[in-house]
């Protein structure tokens, strides 16, 4: 057995038994708009426009555009992709406010980052940097002079073999030390899962691509190291102005054109959405067992949307939130993430 799947699982394990429950969190991004944008938590059972229960916000927290963030347990940290900062702003997880960062990670060459995945067992952040590469740094680096420990490169050009071309929404899957990413072809842009070992570095293949008509347009995906599963976010359009996404779910095994185990779609799960808004990102939440998918607005804040679902739930089922509005983002939501609120309580908050 791997060292990393030890790591991976204790890690994961921890977190859970850490807290019975934890809230939904998520931020978003509006650059043409000042102030910054900020981090929200909203209650388990809130539902429609409720107002969040907490919020990192203000012009100390400089956050620009935090559309993906990760929830380090271990370390009681938020780690936020700054997509409009270019920047990797890390926050205390139960901080409210208008707080500073701890720290702030903004080399020239991340870019504008996207999603990220901190795992202090092994002292490392590895992020999608200018939306092209997957990049590697110590955990607790900042500033902007930090070298990268890897980088795995893009895939375009006579010679690129990582498939690599615009990719989104990262997870790291402890039992095969994998990396992987959502992205699209060049030229045909067929979309398709890459997965890359996490020691990768440089112009370097995939270890297994999934692709196929499962994973068309999708957008999102989302890890249950437990279940060994993997939630992609895909969506459908007969006449591109009207939308329907699903939720396909594979084994975290997967590769090639496997089909998905079941997915969750159809019209009671409130995932219609029109040519005005657009899948954003998809998150777990392994302590409430909930599935959260977000619908971002193009335009129009009040249409906003993160529909969660049982973790369990498959077919045409019905959500068990939806939050919709401008509470969320008064620009586009990001993707939702979870973090304990139990361990707020204890750390002086309330509800």
């Given at each position: 057995m791997r060292i990393q799947h030890l790591f991976g699982i204790a890690l994961i394990l921890s977190s859970?038994?850490?807290?019975?429950?934890?809230?939904?969190?998520?931020?978003?991004?509006?650059?043409?708009?000042?102030?910054?944008?900020?981090?929200s938590q909203f209650a388990a059972n809130a539902q429609g426009a409720a107002a969040p229960i907490r919020q990192i916000v203000?012009?100390?927290?400089?956050?620009?555009?935090?559309?993906?963030i990760s929830y380090e347990p271990s370390e009681g940290l938020l780690y936020v992709s700054d997509y409009w900062g270019q920047a990797i702003r890390v926050f205390p997880a139960f901080a409210s406010g208008n707080i500073?960062?701890?720290?702030?990670?903004?080399?020239?060459?991340?870019?504008?980052?996207?999603?990220?995945?901190?795992?202090?067992?092994?002292?490392?952040?590895?992020?999608?940097?200018?939306?092209?590469?997957?990049y590697t740094y110590p955990l607790h680096a900042s500033g902007s002079s930090v070298n990268r420990i890897r980088s795995i490169s893009w895939g375009g050009g006579s010679s690129g073999v990582t498939q690599l071309n615009n990719p989104d929404s990262l997870i790291w899957i402890p039992q095969t030390d994998e990396l992987a990413v959502v992205d699209y072809d060049f030229g045909n842009f067929a979309a398709k899962i890459v997965f890359h070992s996490r020691l990768s570095d440089g112009n370097a293949m995939p270890t297994r691509v999934l692709k196929?008509?499962?994973?068309?347009?999708?957008?999102?995906?989302?890890?249950?190291?437990?279940?060994?599963?993997?939630?992609?976010l895909t969506f459908t359009t007969e006449d591109n102005l009207a939308f329907n996404?699903?939720?396909?779910?594979?084994?975290?095994?997967?590769?090639?054109?496997?089909?998905p185990l079941y997915s969750i779609e159809g019209p009671a799960t409130g995932l219609a959405y029109t040519f005005q808004q657009y899948p954003t990102g998809i998150g777990l939440d392994l302590?409430?067992?909930?599935?959260?998918?977000?619908?971002?607005?193009?335009?129009?804040?009040?249409?906003?949307?993160?529909?969660?679902f049982d973790l369990a739930?498959?077919?045409?089922?019905?959500?068990?939130?939806?939050?919709?509005?401008?509470?969320?983002?008064?620009?586009?939501?990001?993707?939702?993430?979870?973090?304990?609120?139990?361990t707020i309580f204890a750390n002086g908050f309330d509800n």
């Open positions: 859970i038994s850490g807290a019975a429950h934890a809230e939904l969190m998520v931020g978003g991004s509006m650059p043409t708009l000042p102030g910054g944008h900020p981090i203000g012009a100390a927290t400089q956050l620009d555009g935090p559309s993906n500073a960062p701890l720290r702030v990670l903004n080399p020239a060459i991340l870019g504008q980052p996207r999603g990220n995945v901190p795992i202090a067992a092994l002292d490392e952040l590895i992020v999608i940097a200018g939306n092209c590469c997957i196929s008509a499962h994973t068309a347009n999708a957008s999102g995906v989302a890890h249950d190291p437990l279940q060994h599963k993997l939630y992609v996404a699903q939720v396909r779910v594979f084994a975290d095994s997967a590769s090639g054109s496997d089909a302590r409430l067992q909930r599935l959260m998918v977000s619908i971002g607005a193009n335009g129009d804040p009040t249409t906003n949307r993160v529909v969660s739930a498959s077919g045409n089922a019905t959500p068990v939130q939806v939050l919709t509005g401008t509470s969320l983002s008064s620009g586009t939501v990001g993707a939702p993430f979870a973090v304990p609120i139990d």
